[in-house]
């Protein structure tokens, strides 16, 4: 049998013994809390951010697709201009070939004149020669023997005259054909000026046009290579959403595309994305359908409150239905959205637009995970 001395100190230790034994439960239990309950929140944590780099990296992809949108569309214009210059320039050089055309059947029409004017003249010159000669022999004969020989001195007058009449005639006649061929050459002199101008401006016009398709096939594959570009991007943006959806699956939101009354379309005709509504935002964006929304209820936001994440300095209350979400941390601009329905387990159900690009959607979230804030 043990003293009571002994059972005193045994009883000592087994109390020491237990005490820490407990505070090692204590220990355990504080470090199987922190794996439970701060790994989730750590989680919760990466995950927002990772969202958040999406979002960011979504921003600076479409800012890229979209200048490379429009610079698709600035080449564009470009091309055509350099149609509208390239069928202008084919209607002048059309115009040009029809005066040269003209001016070379002219050509040919005056050298055709030329050719008779000189065949005339020759003709004339041997009548010349022909009366000449007969001058001649007259000139050699004595007056006597003229008028010898003529039945009478009027005959001899009257033929006198005559030769020398025609010999005038011949003589007028020959200067009206020279007159008539100098002419002739003048008009054609004048003609292949003009025809050797045109041939100069139609060779200018040779080399503009060789100039703007040169233009036209070096902008044409620019464009090409600024829609493989864009192509490349918008297949990137793809992807990006396809994470955020991933993403907002991760938190247990299925984004529920579907119908909406939004005015402008869902999604808006390209033309019409990120031009000015009735409410003093752009079409297509997230502040647009919120601002729509809102008004369409009787409870209209103020308008031209700048970037989504800009709305958060008129935030004033927590959600209700018909609140506004503002989702600063979003990305470079930030988000909004429509509050439909509040949930007791602390969930909301969202309405937005551009969630998926451009277009209608909903969700169930935490506003917790996004930092959220609301305008009432």
């Not at 297949?235 to 005015?263: C, F, I, R, W």
């Not at 909301?348 to 804030?373: D, F, K, Q």
Request: aromatic letters at 8%; hydrophobic letters at 35%.
């Amino acid at each position: 049998m043990r003293t009571l001395a002994a059972r005193g100190k045994n009883l000592k230790r087994y109390s020491r013994s237990r005490k820490y034994e407990a505070q090692k439960a204590i220990v355990v239990l504080g470090l199987l809390s922190i794996v439970l309950f701060s790994v989730p929140f750590n989680t919760k944590q990466t995950e927002a951010a990772s969202l958040n780099d999406i979002n960011s990296q979504i921003d600076q992809v479409s800012k890229q697709l979209d200048a490379k949108r429009g610079e698709a569309q600035t080449i564009q214009n470009q091309i055509d201009i350099i149609n509208g210059q390239t069928q202008e320039l084919e209607l002048e050089m059309q115009a040009t070939q029809m005066q040269i055309d003209q001016t070379v059947a002219a050509i040919n029409d005056l050298n055709q004149q030329i050719a008779d004017a000189q065949n005339k003249l020759h003709k004339q010159q041997l009548i010349l020669g022909d009366y000449l000669r007969v001058i001649y022999e007259e000139s050699n004969v004595s007056p006597i023997e003229q008028i010898a020989g003529a039945n009478s001195f009027s005959d001899f007058v009257d033929q006198s005259e005559y030769l020398q009449t025609m010999q005038q005639k011949v003589k007028d006649t020959l200067e009206q054909i020279k007159k008539l061929q100098d002419e002739l050459k003048a008009k054609k002199a004048d003609l292949d000026k003009k025809k050797a101008g045109l041939d100069d401006l139609q060779k200018q016009q040779a080399l503009k046009k060789q100039s703007l398709d040169a233009q036209t096939a070096l902008k044409n594959q620019l464009l090409a290579q600024a829609n493989a570009d864009a192509a490349g991007l918008q297949g990137k943006l793809n992807d990006l959403y396809a994470q955020k959806a991933a993403m907002s699956a991760s938190y247990g939101e299925a984004v529920m595309t579907g119908g909406s009354s939004y005015p402008y379309g869902n999604p808006p005709p390209r033309n019409l994305i990120d031009t000015p509504d009735a409410y003093g935002y752009l079409i297509g964006e997230c502040t647009s359908y919120v601002a729509w929304k809102r008004a369409s209820i009787g409870r209209p936001v103020p308008r031209a409150m700048g970037n989504a994440r800009d709305w958060a300095s008129h935030a004033n209350g927590g959600p209700h239905a018909g609140a506004v979400a503002v989702f600063p941390y979003i990305g470079g601009y930030g988000h909004v959205a429509y509050v439909e329905a509040v949930y007791g387990n602390g969930t909301i159900l969202i309405s937005e637009y551009n969630w998926v690009p451009y277009s209608y959607s909903s969700r169930v979230i935490n506003p917790y995970n996004y930092g959220a804030v609301f305008i009432n």
